[in-house]
């Protein structure tokens, strides 16, 4: 192909997305309609005269993350089989469109998904439980988009970052391991987590001196002094554009 990038090929390719998975994604928001009516009446506080306690926060962050990290973790498994990735590969679009598919859907389209399916119930839901409990309490998009010390933002950029890098990961991740690329995916951040603490606790633990204190412990880099947690932040914070790039290579090793 003579166009490294066409826009008619992604709009396609993303037609084709909605289409061949239409029925897996018609069930998955049923699910996620049904766990988020279910949730919100467990982790909510109902009863008559007891202090309002919705709860709404707690189900956005476990359900958020349970169906972006199974939707992204799965977006690949498809391809996972010789004759369905040969078909897959064979069909006239570049690495990069396919790229930018996975991206649109993985980042933008499933986590709107869910904020539009999840928003929608807690405005019923608040309205229900003031009415019931003539209070004035008000939708968590309201309460979580002020972000003050009382009350952090869970929509703070460090907060949409950390989605971000995760739900890369195991996009990536469904590509690598193909079949239950989510759970292997999981399984391998499980263990590079630990890694990671293992790392943490033998630096500041072992090889430092006792009498050194952590937050006063920092490494000199180009003439600057730099603290170790410093460094693995920007190491984080470079694991979604890389996690992408790896996923592009990826896709066009296996043109090939």
């Known amino acids: 192909m003579h166009q490294i990038f066409s826009f008619k090929r992604y709009i396609w390719l993303i037609k084709r997305q909605l ?4 029925a897996t994604y018609k069930w998955g928001i049923g699910i ?20 309002p306690h919705l709860g709404h926060a707690e189900v956005f962050v476990l359900l958020g ?4 990290f199974i939707y992204s973790g799965s977006f690949f498994e498809s391809i996972g089989s010789k004759y369905k990735g040969m078909f897959y590969f064979s ?14 859907f993985v980042v933008i389209l499933f986590p709107a998904l869910f904020l539009s399916i999840f928003f929608i119930f807690d405005c019923v839901a608040v309205q229900l439980y003031n009415l019931v ?5 008000e939708m968590l998009c309201i309460n979580i988009l002020s972000d003050t010390p009382k009350n952090p933002s869970l929509f703070s950029w460090s907060s949409i970052y950390t989605y971000i890098t995760f739900i890369s990961l195991f996009a990536l991740g469904s590509l690598m391991f193909g079949k239950n690329g989510t759970i292997k995916t999981g399984l391998a951040l499980f263990v590079i987590c630990l890694v990671y603490v293992g790392l ?10 006792s009498d050194i204190k952590m937050n006063n412990f920092s ?22 554009p890389l996690s992408w790039i790896v996923l592009y290579f990826k ?6």
């Open 19 to 22: 289409v061949e998975n239409a």
């Open 32 to 51: 996620l309609i049904a766990l988020t009516v279910v949730l919100l009446g467990l982790f909510s506080d109902w009863k008559t005269g007891a202090h």
């Open 65 to 68: 993350s349970g169906f972006l």
């Open 91 to 104: 069909l006239p679009v570049t690495s990069l469109e396919r790229t930018v598919t996975a991206f649109t």
């Open 133 to 137: 409990h003539h209070t004035s309490e």
């Open 200 to 209: 943490m606790a033998l630096i500041y633990k072992i090889i430092l001196p």
């Open 219 to 240: 490494v000199n880099i180009g003439g600057t002094m730099v603290h170790p947690t410093n460094i693995f932040s920007l190491i984080l914070y470079l694991i979604a």
């Open 251 to 256: 896709l066009k090793e296996k043109e090939v």
